[in-house]
């Protein structure tokens, strides 16, 4: 069995990139473009428990095989977004694919990493 030890979320356009990075001690975010900001704090039980929960979901060794539901992205039409998850045998990641319209397997993983990033006072 795969333990998880730490999620990385990445969206990125021509202004601003926001990256995401949570593991059971620690979440940051990073935003950068006119809003720009950083933030670090201790990861909740809840919100980790939460993020753990919804990757049982995925297949995480699959995730480079994901289909791509659009690529807006690929001509700058839609910021992109790629997700990392690090497991005790390796890190795996998807392709990128427009952020606001991710694989329908990840939308409620991303959700909540946006809400954990709101909760977090941005």
Do not use: C
């Amino acid at each position: 069995m795969n333990t998880i030890e730490a999620v990385h979320y990445e969206s990125y356009g021509r202004r601003s990139t926001f990256v995401f990075n949570i593991d059971p001690q620690k979440t940051t975010v990073k935003k950068t473009g006119l809003d720009a900001y950083e933030i670090e704090g201790k990861t909740t039980e809840a919100d980790w428990n939460d993020i753990v929960s919804l990757l049982s979901k995925i297949d995480i060794p699959n995730l480079e095989n994901i289909e791509i539901p659009s690529t807006l992205h690929a001509s700058d039409r839609a910021p992109s977004g790629q997700l990392s998850i690090q497991v005790n045998n390796g890190t795996y990641s998807t392709q990128t694919f427009d952020d606001n319209n991710p694989p329908e397997n990840l939308v409620k993983l991303i959700d909540r990493i946006y809400a954990i990033s709101d909760k977090m006072g941005r």
